[in-house]
């Protein structure tokens, strides 16, 4: 199983230096892990960063509980499902956690 803490201080930045193309979403996401901790994404500008703790503003908040995010890190198609069953729920702008599936991929 994938670990939260790790997808966000090692994997993420990362794929953000691979991928500076991601920065082309021009948004920020603020992610509400339960159990877990929060954690930005900002994608204004490029390559983008990834930060411990909230944001002002973000454009689309994501609440889950860690044992969810954790599937959906293995399987981030299960995140479409976990948003019907309203185990993710999205605060903001939808169309935006759409893009996603981008990051997570």
């Known amino acids: 199983m ?10 993420l930045p990362k794929k953000l230096t691979d991928n500076p193309s991601l920065a082309g979403i021009k948004a920020s996401f ?17 390559p983008g960063s990834v930060k411990e ?5 973000p454009g689309v908040t994501i609440a889950v509980a ?3 995010w ?3 890190l293995d399987n981030p198609g299960a995140a479409m499902q ?3 069953l309203g185990k993710l729920k999205i605060k903001g702008n939808t169309a935006l956690a ?5 990051i997570l991929a």
């Open 2 to 11: 994938a670990d939260t803490k790790e997808f966000f201080d090692t994997y």
């Open 30 to 46: 603020q992610f509400e892990i339960a159990d877990a901790g929060t954690w930005a994404l900002d994608l204004t500008e490029a």
């Open 53 to 57: 703790g909230a944001i002002e503003n």
């Open 66 to 68: 860690k044992a969810d």
């Open 70 to 72: 954790e599937k959906i």
């Open 82 to 84: 976990m948003f019907m």
């Open 98 to 102: 759409m893009q996603l599936q981008k």
